[in-house]
């Protein structure tokens, strides 16, 4: 009787903690929800894939960190410019872009096993942060334009949209600040739905389940040349997430497991969701806010989190609904959060201290120049300013302001040295 008792109270005690390690898995989902089918909407790519590969990412991510880190990877804004860019270049084909971020996820695990051979210290020095901070910067101006045009569909409600984000982000507290993206879409969509401009027929004619529309990579050079530099820019956020998770979390990540573990699980992330179709993945500051509120910081709910998302990647009337957001409401989100990008750059200058002299300032202002108006001056003066890779594609744009910035402040480094 008594062993009965307390089996039955044991297996009560193990059921309430497994639905409230539901509840936290379910809140993280919410938390990194929006900003990752985001990405494939503003792209072109699947929303369903991305969040397959998000989850599997995530996965392969606490394998490869000996499933001691608690985050959640989802798709990379980084990334989107490029991708559009490659996308025009291709007819609309985004498979060549899928070729590119696999070559991106692959430098990673390059630089991964070069960390492991060599140390932090030396990487640190190439990717100063008067080399990242302005590459940041030129990735979150850049996508400015995009989110403008989207908005420009009705600006009505992108800014209904976008004001509804940004009072929640500024004045809400705990969760409803974490959910003030997915908010915003949410009040943005009823709205539009309200107004007639959403094609609800869509989502009534769409299965309830369905197998993502998986697709495999192309490969070209040209492709490749213009994705793969964005790893540059990429390398710092991933350090500073990872640091900020240790950070909310109490623990060295960047020593154990290692930051050549976390780059690992990154890159081998990123090149299994380019082999599927999704977009290159990232580590989520999203999420780590969620660990910052709840206190939480059990690794297993954030696969947990990863299993819910593979499971919602095959509920297509989710797909479905996503693909009827207005053009609108995500142009005005976007701006929202293609400015807060453009604002973790000048974080980056600021939070490393970046002496203000001669050389940095020149690093510095060459990258925003040739990122931000390399394009431009190419189409003023005639001359293309960039690196020929064949007859139809340059490196251009932040790929090539990635390229200067870091040479020019390794030889300016040098030259201070002598």
Do not use: W
Not at 141 to 161: E, G, K
Not at 175 to 201: E, N, R
Not at 371 to 386: A, M
């Amino acid at each position: 009787m008594v062993d009965n008792a307390i089996k039955k109270s044991s297996a009560f005690s193990l059921s309430i903690a497994n639905f409230k390690k539901g509840l936290l898995a379910i809140q993280h989902l919410i938390a990194m929800f929006g900003a990752t089918v985001l990405v494939p909407i503003v792209t072109g790519l699947n929303p369903s894939v991305a969040l397959f590969s998000a989850g599997v990412g995530t996965l392969i991510f606490h394998f490869c960190t000996k499933k001691k880190v608690p985050v959640f990877l989802g798709s990379s804004f980084a990334f989107i410019p490029v991708i559009l860019t490659v996308k025009e270049l291709f007819n609309g084909d985004l498979a060549y872009a899928q070729g590119g971020i696999f070559v991106a996820g692959l430098i990673y695990v390059l630089m991964s096993l070069l960390i492991n051979k060599i140390g932090i210290d030396r990487i640190q020095r190439v990717l100063a942060p008067q080399v990242i901070g302005p590459m940041i910067i030129v990735i979150g101006l850049n996508l400015l334009p995009v989110a403008l045009n989207m908005a420009s569909q009705n600006y009505t409600i992108a800014i209904i949209t976008l004001g509804i984000a940004l009072l929640l982000n500024l004045f809400g507290r705990g969760f409803l600040k974490q959910l003030s993206i997915l908010i915003g879409v949410i009040a943005g969509y009823m709205i539009s739905y309200k107004m007639g401009i959403v094609d609800a027929g869509i989502v009534k004619e769409a299965s309830l389940f369905a197998i993502p529309k998986f697709t495999l990579p192309k490969f070209d050079i040209g492709a490749i040349a213009i994705i793969a530099p964005v790893v540059l820019a990429v390398f710092m956020e991933h350090l500073g997430d990872i640091t900020t998770n240790g950070q909310v979390v109490g623990k060295d990540f960047i020593k154990d497991p290692g930051l050549n573990r976390t780059l690992l699980g990154d890159g081998l992330a990123t090149a299994f969701a380019a082999l599927i179709g999704g977009p290159a993945n990232t580590t989520y500051g999203e999420n780590t806010g969620v660990l910052a509120i709840t206190k939480n910081y059990d690794p297993s709910i954030l696969r947990l989190t990863a299993i819910f998302a593979i499971i919602l990647a095959f509920i297509s009337k989710v797909g479905s609904i996503l693909t009827t957001i207005p053009q609108a409401v995500m142009g005005g989100i976007s701006v929202m959060l293609f400015s807060m990008i453009a604002l973790v750059g000048v974080k980056t200058i600021k939070n490393n201290k970046v002496k203000f002299n001669f050389s940095n300032i020149l690093v510095m202002v060459t990258i925003l120049v040739l990122g931000l108006f390399s394009t431009k001056l190419s189409e003023i003066s005639g001359v293309v300013i960039g690196i020929p890779i064949s007859e139809t594609v340059q490196i251009t744009g932040l790929s090539f302001a990635a390229l200067v910035g870091i040479v020019l402040n390794v030889t300016l480094n040098k030259l201070n040295k002598e």
